[in-house]
């Protein structure tokens, strides 16, 4: 009878002592803006044409050991937004289109995990390829009815007190009729060190324990370039990542840190193949940086890498026959932003050529793929709504949602 209580407790115990053991101390959580597993084949497939090899070449995440698949509808509509997708992969509730933090009649507030593992000591990190304000990264730090009420939703940055924040800049820095305060002056009066461009980084790298760090162009532009487009000048996702690390990476506690690859997403509502696929690469750069950091501390380590939604009904076959030509794409030297009309439309053609077909200027309601690799990442597995990621995020930390 002993004997039975002694493994009635032991089976009991068995489970708490893995998660403990398991529980990561560094987390990063990737968000691909519109990345459906089509936009994965599709770099898998530009990878491979690149290096010469006959089939697709995986890329930093498409191997990792641990593969899901999320629902992303929203609680208003079939085919989401990035706010309410936003909201969904932050808050774990499901939210109304263009709705940032908030439930879905906006007449509650939502809080993120970010805040939630903010509270139990970690540090937190935010960054997006596009403005900080814009509708992924706010939804881990801001509430708001609408996802276009840009200063307002900025507002919150410096309230968040997370200690990074890299990235494209923000939208409508001083208000949309620029009368407003500078956004960047009110988070140097809240304490923010904020940091201009990888050269002012190389050089004096951070002092401040809360750092906002973005490029060193105009303040009006609030984005990175493309992938496509950028020069050795500009900074890119992975610098900043990198950056991240270094800023999150001195708490005793860990860290949790979202970063996001936005404009995935914009090139995919363009029907831009090529950018696109070289956005997915860059988007897989970033996340090697993560993959070094992972081989540090590979036992306390979570990377998960997901999308909000797929952008542009994404196919890889075009009307009819059984291959696709990416050398059709060689001609391309930059993204459908910086070209005329006319050449937009030699794109078109070099894309269908090429058998890529692209379905909607929009979202789609296709599922997204979830990668995962280290501490608990076998949560992540299977088939889940994306309201059950940050549930799972939490869950692995050992953090109550
Ligand atoms: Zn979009």
């Given at each position: 009878m002993k004997k039975r209580i002694l493994l009635f407790i032991i089976t009991l115990i068995c489970p708490l002592l893995l998660t403990a053991e398991n529980k990561p101390k560094y987390v990063f959580y990737f968000i691909g803006d519109g990345m459906?597993?089509?936009?994965?084949?599709?770099?898998?497939?530009?990878?491979?044409?690149?290096?010469?090899?006959?089939?697709?070449?995986?890329?930093?995440f498409s191997n990792f050991p641990v593969l899901g698949m999320a629902t992303t509808f929203s609680a208003t509509n079939?085919?989401?937004?990035?706010?309410?997708?936003?909201?969904?992969?932050?808050?774990?509730?499901?939210?109304?289109?263009?709705?940032?933090?908030?439930?879905?009649?906006?007449?509650?507030?939502?809080?993120?995990?970010?805040?939630?593992?903010?509270?139990?000591?970690?540090?937190?990190?935010?960054?997006?390829?596009?403005?900080?304000?814009?509708?992924?990264?706010?939804?881990?730090?801001?509430?708001?009815?609408?996802?276009?009420?840009?200063?307002?939703?900025?507002?919150?940055?410096?309230?968040?007190?997370?200690?990074?924040?890299?990235?494209?800049?923000?939208?409508?820095?001083?208000?949309e009729d620029n009368t407003k305060k500078s956004i960047y002056k009110l988070l140097k009066r809240d304490g923010y060190e904020v940091i201009f461009g990888k050269e002012a980084w190389n050089k004096k790298g951070h002092r401040g324990e809360k750092v906002f760090y973005t490029h060193n162009k105009r303040p009006e532009i609030n984005s990175l370039p493309y992938a496509i487009d950028r020069d050795s000048s500009d900074l890119t996702h992975a610098e900043i990542v990198r950056a991240g690390i270094e800023v999150l990476s001195t708490g005793e506690k860990g860290f949790f840190f979202m970063s996001e690859g936005g404009r995935i997403d914009w090139s995919s509502h363009a029907n831009d193949t090529k950018t696109t696929a070289l956005e997915v690469l860059d988007f897989a750069e970033a996340i090697e940086v993560a993959l070094e950091f992972y081989r540090q501390y590979p036992d306390q380590t979570l990377i998960i890498v997901t999308a909000d939604h797929e952008t542009g009904g994404l196919a890889l076959g075009y009307e009819k026959g059984y291959n696709i030509f990416l050398k059709e794409l060689d001609f391309q030297q930059s993204s459908t932003e910086h070209i005329s009309k006319s050449e937009i439309t030699l794109v078109e053609e070099a894309s269908k050529r090429a058998h890529i077909g692209w379905s909607t200027a929009d979202h789609s309601a296709a599922n997204v793929p979830i990668f995962a690799i280290g501490a608990s990442s076998e949560l992540f597995s299977g088939r889940m709504d994306n309201t059950d990621i940050p549930k799972k995020i939490c869950q692995a930390m050992g953090i109550e949602f």
């Open positions: 459906g597993f089509n936009h994965v084949s599709l770099a898998e497939y530009y990878n491979g044409y690149i290096n010469r090899e006959k089939g697709p070449k995986a890329i930093s079939l085919i989401t937004d990035s706010a309410a997708a936003g909201t969904a992969l932050a808050t774990g509730e499901k939210s109304k289109n263009g709705a940032i933090g908030v439930n879905a009649d906006c007449s509650e507030e939502l809080k993120s995990i970010a805040y939630k593992i903010h509270e139990e000591g970690y540090k937190v990190g935010i960054s997006s390829t596009v403005g900080l304000n814009h509708a992924t990264p706010a939804a881990f730090y801001g509430h708001n009815c609408s996802r276009s009420n840009y200063y307002d939703i900025a507002l919150e940055i410096t309230e968040s007190e997370f200690e990074f924040f890299g990235g494209g800049g923000i939208i409508d820095y001083k208000g």
